[in-house]
């Protein structure tokens, strides 16, 4: 078993961190019934107050690009934007080989 994997950081700009992650926190709503969507889980660093990780599981690349379909997606990307510091950075794309909560669906 094999899935499609990114993990990455949104840095907010100042004192926009609590925001940044209340969007994300939306997104992952959103998609949570997504095709192929295993995990949308957001982070946050303590020693880093305006980061905001995300890490996601799903079971194919073409899931993950899939899922910028969803209803009200493009929306929240566009609320995310103004407040992103810098551009947006690719998170690192990696393969996930196994481990404990993403088998497959029923």
């Known amino acids: 078993m094999t899935k499609y994997g990114l993990h990455g950081k949104l840095k907010a700009t100042a004192g926009n961190g609590d925001k940044m992650a209340e969007i994300l926190l939306a997104a992952a709503e959103m998609v949570s019934t997504a095709r192929g969507c295993r995990l949308y889980a957001i982070s946050r660093d303590e020693n880093e107050p305006d980061a905001v990780w995300v890490t996601e599981i ?24 103004p407040i992103i510091d810098g551009p947006p950075q690719r998170g690192q794309e990696l393969t996930v080989v196994g481990g404990f909560g993403i088998q497959e669906k029923p």
Request: proline share 4%; net charge negative.
């Open 58 to 81: 799903w079971d194919t690349k073409e899931d993950h690009d899939n899922s910028l379909k969803v209803p009200g997606v493009r929306e929240l990307i566009g609320r995310a934007m």
